[in-house]
């Protein structure tokens, strides 16, 4: 075997490792989310079971404005992925897919289901599958920056509460270490031919970007869907709380909301289920929320966002994918 064959070997045995230690690490953070979740359930079965009445019990005007806001954020996520494209898109069906899309989320590991089934819809929609992959990259990172900035903004605001900023400051701390862990495994693992692929990719990105914010209305559509996404999810635990005569500042369960989110990200499960669960009724109780009332809101939370959508969703998805829209 001569040197660039011996090289091409390493490159692809470097790449089947780093492809296996990912399936890895994932498949074992699944099951210690898993286990944590099962340990949460039996140790506290007292606090959700009387977060469960309180649930039952609730006011049903706030309850079905916080139904209203979680059917918002199906319409704010099709308005982010008409911004991240130039091409438009058949508003209906795209609508559609994003009701999919959250069934999907809530069944494959995280974040799998929402691209593979945008990613379907895209390139159905005519976009081929490298401007599908970008338009996905896009929307990705708009979100990312979005919830980034209306975290450091309302944590600025809020400096005062002594209890949120211990809380974030904790929370932070586990994020950085897991984020310095990430970049450098990611180093150490990525060779020299990953690299130079990554960086076209992120050029294509960057060309994307470009292209979209030459035109205002996808612009706008992109940043204030992703800003509206942000609110509209926030706005189903603010609504569950009014309902369980909860008062909280909704600005402090918007940043509640997003640190939880951040964190759950580092804890690939479907859907966030458990990680998002136990970080939301952290911060939530962070911010003065009796244990029992975070316990109904994140499960007033899932119930509306994510259990009751689901069957209908995979029906959605189901005649969708029959119609040859996916």
Do not use: K
Not at 99 to 105: G, I, K, L, N, R
Not at 137 to 148: K, M, W
Not at 167 to 180: E, F, I, K, W, Y
């Amino acid at each position: 075997m001569g040197e660039e064959g011996a090289d091409a070997a390493v490159i692809r045995i470097g790449t089947t490792l780093s492809r296996n230690l990912g399936r890895t690490w994932h498949l074992l953070a699944t099951l210690a989310v898993a286990m944590v979740g099962l340990w949460v359930l039996v140790a506290h079965r007292q606090t959700i079971a009387t977060g469960v009445d309180q649930l039952a019990v609730a006011d049903r005007t706030w309850l079905m404005a916080a139904g209203a806001a979680a059917m918002a954020t199906w319409v704010c996520a099709a308005v982010v992925q008409q911004g991240a494209v130039v091409e438009r898109l058949p508003a209906g069906r795209l609508l559609a897919a994003q009701f999919a899309a959250s069934a999907a989320h809530h069944v494959l590991p995280a974040g799998v289901g929402t691209s593979a089934v945008n990613l379907r819809f895209l390139t159905r929609c005519g976009l081929s599958t490298a401007n599908a992959v970008t338009a996905l990259a896009v929307r990705t990172a708009a979100a990312g920056l979005v919830r980034l900035a209306l975290a450091v903004v309302l944590l600025l605001a809020s400096h005062r509460t002594v209890r949120l900023s211990l809380a974030v400051q904790r929370v932070g701390l586990v994020l950085s270490v897991a984020g310095c862990g990430a970049v450098a495994a990611l180093v150490v693992l990525l060779n020299r031919t990953v690299r130079q692929r990554a960086a076209r990719a992120v050029r294509s990105v960057a060309a994307d970007v470009r292209a979209v914010h030459t035109r205002r209305s996808r612009a706008c559509a992109l940043w204030g869907g992703s800003f509206g996404l942000a609110l509209a999810n926030a706005a189903v635990v603010a609504a569950v709380l009014r309902a369980l005569e909860v008062a909280v500042p909704v600005g402090q369960v918007l940043l509640a909301y997003l640190i939880a989110g951040g964190a759950a990200v580092l804890l690939p499960t479907p859907g966030g289920l458990g990680s998002l669960d136990a970080a939301l009724v952290f911060m939530l109780t962070a911010v003065g929320v009796p244990t029992a009332a975070a316990v109904s809101a994140v499960l007033g939370y899932r119930l509306l966002t994510a259990w009751l959508p689901l069957f209908p969703g995979l029906l959605v998805l189901g005649l969708l994918a029959r119609r040859s829209a996916l």
